[in-house]
């Protein structure tokens, strides 16, 4: 089947970087995307990667190796407003649909 | 700015009722979709629908039915509700660009308790 892997906790403290890694199976894949979700809230897009290499949005940068079926999402200058889960989601060939990782929880801490 | 909205955010009901989950955008958007998230848990797609009169099934297997009359309009049904239906329920909207790359824009959700 069609399945992501992430961690599922990460603490940082404020003003620090942490990067949070995605894998996934390679059968179909087409692109990745990560999405932030605070708690009690909806999902927010924050970045797509369809090309190996480096995507940046200000504090935010995501990251693609097809070639290592691996992709992660970098963020800079931790704010404590930062502290949500932050899910990776592939499209594969074809088909509109994401499927979601597990999310992964980041508490930053002061 | 996306503008999905879900009424109602929260409800609470008994057993056995029938319930109708609304969701409407006024993006235009073709694509439309119904996810089922538990507290902490990943999003799991149930339903989704490519256009108007068309509707199929996610993914995670769902006891709930869709109908897509309206291109700005996707409910989800529920017959009888049961206390193993509990969850927040999440719906979204893609504009649908003819490749694999459609953002997915999500309503606030509604979070249904069963007793």
């Known amino acids: 089947g069609q399945s992501l892997e992430q961690p599922s906790e990460v603490t940082a403290v404020e003003g620090a970087i942490v990067q949070i890694n995605c894998t996934y199976q390679?059968?179909?894949?087409?692109?990745l995307s990560w999405y932030q979700q605070h708690d009690g809230g909806a999902p927010t897009f924050l970045s797509y990667?369809?090309?190996?290499g480096l995507e940046e949005t200000g504090r935010f940068s995501s990251f693609l190796s097809r070639s290592d079926s691996y992709g992660y999402l970098l963020l800079q200058e931790l704010q404590m407003k930062d502290s949500a889960s932050y899910f990776c989601a592939a499209t594969w060939a074809g088909s509109y649909q994401l499927t979601f990782g597990k999310g992964t929880k980041l508490s930053v801490i002061p | 700015e996306a503008d999905i909205y879900q009424t109602p955010r929260y409800l609470v009901i008994g057993t056995g009722k029938k319930i109708t989950l609304e969701c409407s955008q006024t993006?235009?958007?073709?694509?439309m979709y119904w996810y089922q998230q538990d507290p902490g848990m990943e999003l799991h797609l149930i339903h989704y629908s490519y256009g108007v009169n068309s509707t199929e099934k996610g993914d995670l297997s769902s006891e709930s039915t869709v109908s897509r009359i309206r291109t700005e309009h996707f409910p989800l049904t529920l017959e009888s509700a049961r206390p193993s239906h509990t969850s927040q329920y999440l719906c979204a909207s893609s504009e649908g660009t003819g490749t694999s790359t459609d953002t997915q824009y999500f309503g606030p959700g509604t979070r249904l308790t069963v007793l």
């Open positions: 993006m235009g958007h073709d694509k």
């Open positions: 390679t059968s179909g894949f087409y692109g």
């Open positions: 990667n369809g090309l190996d």
